[in-house]
C-alpha cells in the first residue's frame, strides 16, 4: 500500500518529500482576517511563497467559515479571476482553485487553474464530478456527506471518503487524480475539537485508500481551543500538528505560513517512516496495515472481495496482543489453552506451566474475531473468568472509543 503518484508534474508519494500548499486568500470574510490577500499583492505574495518552499498555491475567492457573510457565486468568481490572470505562466508552482461550485471550476480551469479543490467532496454541486471529469484535472475532496466537514470521527471520515471516491470513480473521474482531505476544522456546530485530536491521532488510517492525503489544519480552531489563543496567534500550534500529519503520512500541508512550515515539513518528513515494499519483475509485496476492521473491508473490497465477504474476514484483520496480569496460574492455563484452541496464543511464566508459582501474568495475541471468541468462552468458567472476559471486552473497546481518548 504505497502512494507513488504524479499531479501535474509534482511527485507525490510516501517515498518523496511531503508539500507545502499555501493559502492565496481572496476573501475578506476569513476567520484569520491577517491572511487576506489584495489582487495588487497576489503576485507578489504568491512568487515570495513559492520561494519560500510551496509547490502548490490554493486561491480560494469564497470564505468556508461557518459564521462569516455568504457570497455571491458571482463575487467569487470576480475575486478568483484577475488573480488567476496574474499568476498564470508567472509563478512556478501547481494552481489549485478552493470552490464547491461547477461554474466557477470550469471558468477557473479556463483561466490557469490545475487542480480545484472541493470542501464539500462534490456533494455541493452534483455537476462539478461532470467537470472535473471533463478537463481530467486533479482534485482535492474533503469529508463530507450533506454540507462541509460534517463526518465525526475517523470512522465516519473513511466512510465518507470512500462513498465520495465511489461517486467520482462512477462519474468517470480517474481515481489517481484524487487528493483526499479529512475535514480537520470546526466545519459543524456538532464537531467539537476532540474530533479533529481523533482525526491527527488516527490520521495514518487514511493510507488505506492509496492516495495522497492533504491536511489542511493552518490556525483551526481546535489549535486556539487548546492554547486558549486567537488565530494571529496559533502559529506555533499549527506547526506542531503539522509536524504530527505528514510523520502520520500527510502529503500536502495547506498553510497560511509558508516558510516556517516548509521547515516543518522537511524535518518531520525525515523522520517520518518509509513503507515496506519489495519488487522484483512483475510482482511487489507490501505491508497493509489497518487498526481497525473497517479499514480492513475497504482494503479487500478495492481489491475485488465481495461486500459479505469483506464483513466475515474484517475481524481477522487486526491483531492485538493484550496484558493481562495478576492471573492465577489455572486462570492463565485456561486461557492460554482456550486461545490455542482458536488459532490465537498466549505467552506466561515458565514457572506457571510448571505449577511452580500461584500468581502470573498473560500476554494473549490474537485477532478480534480470535479474542472475542476467546471471551465469549470465558463467560461460562468458573473463578474469576467471566470478569476478566468482561474486562477483555472494555480494554478492546476503549483502545478506539472516541470519549474514553478525549473526555477521560
Same mark, same amino acid.
Given at each position: 500500500?504505497?502512494?507513488?503518484?504524479?499531479?501535474?508534474?509534482?511527485?507525490?508519494?510516501?517515498?518523496?518529500?511531503?508539500?507545502?500548499?499555501?493559502?492565496?486568500?481572496?476573501?475578506?470574510?476569513?476567520?484569520?482576517?491577517?491572511?487576506?490577500?489584495?489582487?495588487?499583492?497576489?503576485? /507578489? @505574495?504568491?512568487? $515570495?511563497?513559492?520561494?519560500?518552499?510551496?509547490?502548490?498555491?490554493?486561491?480560494?475567492?469564497?470564505?468556508?467559515?461557518?459564521?462569516?457573510e455568504p457570497v455571491s457565486r458571482k463575487e467569487e468568481l470576480?475575486?478568483?479571476?484577475?488573480?488567476?490572470?496574474?499568476?498564470?505562466?508567472?509563478?512556478?508552482?501547481?494552481?489549485?482553485?478552493?470552490?464547491?461550485?461547477?461554474?466557477?471550476?470550469?471558468?477557473?480551469?479556463?483561466?490557469?487553474?490545475?487542480?480545484?479543490?472541493?470542501?464539500?467532496?462534490?456533494? &455541493? !454541486?452534483?455537476?462539478?464530478? /461532470?467537470?472535473?471529469?471533463?478537463?481530467?484535472?486533479?482534485?482535492?475532496?474533503?469529508?463530507?456527506?450533506?454540507?462541509?466537514?460534517?463526518?465525526?470521527?475517523?470512522?465516519?471520515?473513511?466512510?465518507?471518503?470512500?462513498?465520495?471516491?465511489?461517486?467520482?470513480?462512477?462519474?468517470?473521474?480517474?481515481?489517481?487524480?484524487? @487528493?483526499?482531505?479529512?475535514? +480537520?476544522?470546526?466545519?459543524?456546530?456538532?464537531?467539537?475539537?476532540?474530533? !479533529?485530536?481523533?482525526?491527527?491521532?488516527?490520521?495514518?488510517?487514511?493510507?488505506?485508500?492509496?492516495?495522497?492525503?492533504?491536511?489542511?489544519?493552518?490556525r483551526k480552531s481546535f489549535i486556539g481551543d487548546v492554547l /486558549?489563543?486567537?488565530?494571529?496567534?496559533?502559529?506555533?500550534?499549527?506547526?506542531?500538528?503539522?509536524?504530527?500529519?505528514?510523520?502520520?503520512? *500527510?502529503?500536502?500541508?495547506?498553510?497560511?505560513?509558508?516558510?516556517?512550515?516548509?521547515?516543518?515539513?522537511?524535518?518531520?518528513?525525515?523522520?517520518?517512516?518509509?513503507?515496506?515494499?519489495?519488487?522484483?519483475?512483475?510482482?511487489?509485496?507490501?505491508?497493509?496495515?489497518?487498526?481497525?476492521?473497517?479499514? &480492513?473491508? +475497504?482494503?479487500?473490497?478495492?481489491?475485488?472481495?465481495?461486500?459479505?465477504?469483506?464483513?466475515?474476514?474484517?475481524?481477522?484483520?487486526?491483531?492485538?496482543?493484550? $496484558?493481562?496480569?495478576?492471573?492465577?496460574?489455572?486462570? *492463565?492455563?485456561?486461557?492460554?489453552?482456550?486461545?490455542?484452541?482458536?488459532?490465537?496464543? &498466549?505467552?506466561?511464566?515458565?514457572?506457571?506451566?510448571?505449577?511452580?508459582?500461584?500468581?502470573? !501474568?498473560?500476554?494473549?495475541?490474537?485477532?478480534?474475531?480470535?479474542?472475542?471468541?476467546?471471551?465469549?468462552?470465558?463467560?461460562?468458567?468458573?473463578?474469576?473468568?467471566?470478569?476478566?472476559? /468482561?474486562?477483555?471486552?472494555?480494554?478492546?473497546?476503549?483502545?478506539?472509543?472516541?470519549?474514553?481518548r478525549y473526555l477521560r
Amino acid at each position: 500500500m504505497v502512494v507513488d503518484t504524479d499531479i501535474c508534474g509534482m511527485k507525490l508519494g510516501d517515498q518523496y518529500p511531503s508539500h507545502v500548499m499555501g493559502v492565496i486568500n481572496l476573501s475578506p470574510e476569513s476567520f484569520y482576517e491577517s491572511s487576506v490577500v489584495s489582487p495588487d499583492s497576489a503576485l /507578489e @505574495i504568491a512568487l $515570495k511563497m513559492v520561494k519560500d518552499g510551496a509547490t502548490f498555491l490554493d486561491l480560494g475567492g469564497r470564505s468556508t467559515w461557518r459564521f462569516s457573510e455568504p457570497v455571491s457565486r458571482k463575487e467569487e468568481l470576480k475575486r478568483l479571476l484577475p488573480v488567476l490572470e496574474v499568476l498564470e505562466g508567472n509563478v512556478d508552482a501547481v494552481i489549485s482553485v478552493d470552490t464547491m461550485f461547477s461554474e466557477i471550476a470550469e471558468e477557473a480551469l479556463k483561466k490557469g487553474a490545475q487542480v480545484i479543490n472541493d470542501v464539500s467532496g462534490f456533494t &455541493a !454541486d452534483p455537476r462539478m464530478i /461532470e467537470v472535473v471529469a471533463d478537463y481530467g484535472c486533479p482534485a482535492v475532496v474533503m469529508a463530507s456527506n450533506k454540507v462541509p466537514g460534517d463526518p465525526l470521527g475517523m470512522d465516519s471520515i473513511i466512510g465518507s471518503l470512500d462513498s465520495i471516491i465511489q461517486a467520482a470513480e462512477a462519474g468517470g473521474i480517474n481515481p489517481e487524480k484524487l @487528493i483526499l482531505d479529512p475535514a +480537520i476544522g470546526r466545519w459543524t456546530d456538532e464537531k467539537l475539537p476532540i474530533y !479533529d485530536f481523533e482525526t491527527l491521532d488516527d490520521f495514518e488510517r487514511l493510507k488505506i485508500f492509496e492516495k495522497p492525503l492533504l491536511a489542511a489544519l493552518s490556525r483551526k480552531s481546535f489549535i486556539g481551543d487548546v492554547l /486558549e489563543k486567537p488565530a494571529t496567534e496559533r502559529l506555533y500550534g499549527s506547526l506542531a500538528a503539522a509536524a504530527i500529519a505528514v510523520y502520520k503520512g *500527510a502529503h500536502i500541508i495547506r498553510t497560511h505560513d509558508v516558510p516556517e512550515t516548509s521547515d516543518v515539513v522537511k524535518l518531520s518528513g525525515t523522520l517520518r517512516s518509509r513503507p515496506s515494499v519489495v519488487r522484483e519483475g512483475r510482482y511487489e509485496v507490501s505491508v497493509v496495515e489497518v487498526k481497525a476492521p473497517q479499514d &480492513a473491508a +475497504i482494503v479487500m473490497r478495492k481489491l475485488g472481495v465481495t461486500g459479505i465477504g469483506s464483513q466475515v474476514m474484517q475481524n481477522k484483520s487486526v491483531h492485538l496482543m493484550l $496484558k493481562i496480569r495478576n492471573l492465577t496460574t489455572t486462570e *492463565a492455563l485456561i486461557i492460554k489453552q482456550e486461545m490455542l484452541a482458536r488459532g490465537g496464543d &498466549a505467552a506466561l511464566t515458565r514457572d506457571a506451566v510448571s505449577h511452580e508459582t500461584e500468581m502470573t !501474568d498473560v500476554l494473549v495475541m490474537g485477532t478480534l474475531l480470535q479474542l472475542g471468541r476467546l471471551a465469549r468462552k470465558l463467560e461460562g468458567q468458573a473463578r474469576s473468568l467471566p470478569l476478566i472476559a /468482561e474486562m477483555i471486552r472494555e480494554c478492546i473497546v476503549n483502545r478506539s472509543d472516541l470519549e474514553y481518548r478525549y473526555l477521560r
